[in-house]
């Protein structure tokens, strides 16, 4: 393994051995590698872009500075729409974005970021880690030449920011909200009109009334954009996706060429930030939140029936989307039973007790 | 790129020749480092051992075989309750345990394992992460000379097998159940009767009627026991530590003298087994309890009474403890403060999609 190939390479080093230590023989055939990394994060998303950083930080850290990675705000060397396809062709080694920013592309990448009612962030680890989830993820990125790696968690996102009161499903008729991707496939068919409008024209966007509604992520990033002067209705949860997990999409060529060594520190780093990111905004959601709340925000939850009509579309859409995509097909039967056997095991022990506490701890 | 990977490569290598690089040179004084890790498990534990041997399999990988740890079940070089010890007085440079088995040493370790009602496992990552945490557990472990790591996670456990049903509080009265540490305590207030035997014990004292009832851990590891013939009754939750969080105990001078490479390798190392460990029982879980019902236990939460009591038992110890106890006293204000703020949060997003979504999925 990696072992051999420096006996090889310092064999044809030559002197170097009469000079030398051995770990500094093995080290000295360790090449320098330099990978971009293009984020979709403004670096005001500091969670995201800063989780970005850290995963940077670490490799270099792990390989005494020898495998770096520079680290790219959205559009500072590629606009986010085209992170993906970059990687692909070879342009930048790696991005780290939301894959299911890339559904129009394949809808079948949703299952690599999270589906309506889909899989917690535990559960979808477990999932990609232990479940089948990984190899079934990488076989739809194998034909773009494209090896993904789990590098962090958003978690349940909030439901998003509305001029009105969602009272019923008829309540988003003809509703014209910022919403992307799955979520915005599952809120047409409810009969709501889809937006897609960048971050900074959100506001604007809301103030004029030129959109009803908008969703963005959760309470620490919402705060940001400060839409509850011009939306205040907040709604939970943000049920199009059961856990946003965000990819580091690697090109496979630049990966296969990797010494063994770098691509354990590689691995092992996206792993961390797996944990870090989400711990991160575990932390950062309850304070962020209580601010929204007292600077007027109306929290609500989405009404059940809402909730009922939502759960019905999205499924009705993720069978569609079987129907008409390989990629959907294969992976969603799997997927289906992984979901309902893991809400069976976590009624049982952690949904009883966090239930219970959360109810008697904020009483 | 990679073209330009392999050409800086060959550049190295050219330079080599006549000359080690600086990187090669910082290398050569790079020291082979070799510790030793006791844990508490068996081999049988695969999901905890197992990951105490991917962490150390990880750390090597890192450093190219540099800086090894041989990994050893529970009592081949340290008995399971003296690993804090070894750790403290340097007859070992680092453990892998629950904190909250030596709680009679200290009972302020629990708040680095999990107290009743507590954190749950996302947010016991947030509060030592990002919340204070670790720097609160490391105040207190610098006395004993130990630098602590947070490497795993169980998640919720099990309530335990009872030879016959608790319909209420009072069932509780006499009850000889074995279970440890805080859990016992609350137990203990209740009216139970703490035992502590060894794992191999649990089945016979059982089946003799030498104990009425025995936790262990989750129906993954619970079902190698096989109680569910002789303790058929099998409560939810595990109430007495809102998740179990494994801890990687280093001796500080034994980490003060690693090189900074070697850091990071072991710290990126736990904190991508605090992901995976718990992935891996969350896998595992959801066979395992349909297995054991389907072999005869009978699945019951604990009657609501119950549940109420031991909040209150549990409330009614930690403040005891903090009166008692330095280290208690000066984490208890902060930890029941980021408990309230996260379940709060919790309530907003995650709990009720998850509740949601649990209940739908398993119509």
């Known amino acids: 393994m990696q072992r051999r190939s420096f006996i090889d390479k310092t064999a044809m080093a030559g002197v170097l051995g009469a000079l030398a230590a051995p770990a500094a023989m093995a080290q000295a055939g360790t090449p320098a590698v330099k990978w971009r990394m293009s984020t979709s994060w403004p670096k005001s998303l500091d969670t995201m872009y800063g989780s970005a950083e850290h995963l940077c930080k670490r490799v270099a850290e792990l390989t005494d500075g020898k495998f770096t990675i520079q680290c790219f705000a959205g559009g500072e060397i590629v606009p986010p729409p085209q992170n993906m396809e970059a990687v692909s062709n070879g342009t930048i080694e790696v991005n780290h974005v939301l894959a299911s920013a890339f559904v129009g592309k394949n809808p079948a990448l949703a299952f690599d970021t999270g589906l309506p ?111 509850n002067k011009v939306a205040p209705f907040y709604y939970s949860p943000g049920w199009w996706e059961g856990s ?33 990111m989400i711990a991160d905004y575990d932390n950062r959601n309850p304070e962020a939140i209580k601010k929204l709340v007292g600077s007027g925000a109306k929290l609500s939850y ?6 009922e009509a939502a759960f019905k579309a999205s499924n009705e859409l993720m069978n569609e989307l079987a129907a ?40």
Chains 1, 2 share one sequence.
Not at 257 to 275: D, G, H, I, S, V
Not at 329 to 348: I, T
Request: charge should be positive.
């Open 324 to 363: 008409s995509n390989e990629d959907f097909k294969a992976m969603l039967p799997g997927w289906l039973k992984y979901r309902r056997d893991q809400a069976s095991w976590f009624r049982v022990a952690e949904a009883e007790l966090d239930n219970f506490t959360f109810a008697n701890v904020t009483k």
């Open 117 to 227: 009612f889909g899989l917690n962030a535990r559960q979808h680890n477990a999932w990609m880690q232990y479940g089948g989830g990984m190899e079934a993820t990488r076989e739809m990125y194998k034909k773009m030449g494209i090896t993904n790696f789990v590098c962090g968690n958003v978690g349940v996102q909030m439901g998003g920011w509305y001029r009105k009161q969602i009272k019923s499903v008829a309540d988003l008729a003809g509703l014209k909200m910022r919403i992307g991707g799955i979520g915005g496939m599952v809120m047409s068919k409810l009969g709501a009109v889809p937006q897609q409008i960048p971050a900074a024209d959100i506001y604007p966007s809301l103030e004029k009334g030129t959109i009803d509604a908008a969703e963005w992520i959760g309470p620490y990033d919402d705060a940001k954009l400060g839409l």
């Open 244 to 276: 946003a997990s965000i990819t580091a999409q690697v090109n496979s060529k630049a990966w296969d060429a990797l010494p063994a060594q770098y691509k354990a520190a590689f691995e092992c780093a996206c792993n961390e930030q797996t944990m870090k």
């Open 302 to 307: 989405f009404p059940k029936p809402v909730m």
